[in-house]
């Protein structure tokens, strides 16, 4: 059981598994910032430009909802295609989607800079031949003023 707790252990202690329980928890308060951009800004103005309240209420009705009757018959619920419900998943899914494909350029964009960064050798020191042919051209153009 010792082995079993100390694996465990530097399992979850891995930089990558923090790493993702980070992303997991930034992309959980991304989809909820999405969703809001969906619901409370894009889909009023949609709504405006069909002349509807939006997509929500779209169906296509195949069984009248009936109330229950005092002769003791049952209700029966509405039975109805919500295509409209189906056209605002899709929505929701190409916002999100162009939502995270920009992020992530974002973030991809700053990381290639970040490496470029890194893979950009500092420049070397100059050889001695190269500081003794400094000097003679700094002596030669000196004299050559005179």
Do not use: C, H, W
């Not at 494909?101 to 973030?107: P, S």
Request: proline content about 3%; charged content about 25%; hydrophobic content about 50%.
């Amino acid at each position: 059981m010792g082995k079993f707790l100390q694996d465990f252990k530097e399992f979850a202690m891995k930089g990558n598994i923090i790493d993702m329980a980070v992303g997991v928890i930034v992309g959980g308060a991304f989809g909820k910032i999405v969703s809001s951009l969906v619901n409370d800004i894009i889909m009023p103005l949609v709504s405006l430009i069909t002349g509807g309240d939006g997509y929500k209420n779209l169906k296509y009705i195949i069984t009248e909802a009936r109330p229950a009757t005092a002769d003791g018959v049952a209700a029966v619920e509405e039975v109805a295609v919500n295509y409209g419900l189906f056209i605002q998943n899709i929505v929701d899914f190409l916002i999100i989607a162009l939502s995270i494909f920009v992020a992530l350029r974002v973030v991809m964009k700053f990381m290639k800079k970040e490496k470029e960064a890194e893979e950009t050798p500092a420049p070397a020191e100059p050889t001695k031949e190269e500081t003794l042919l400094t000097e003679i051209r700094d002596l030669l153009r000196k004299q050559s003023e005179k």
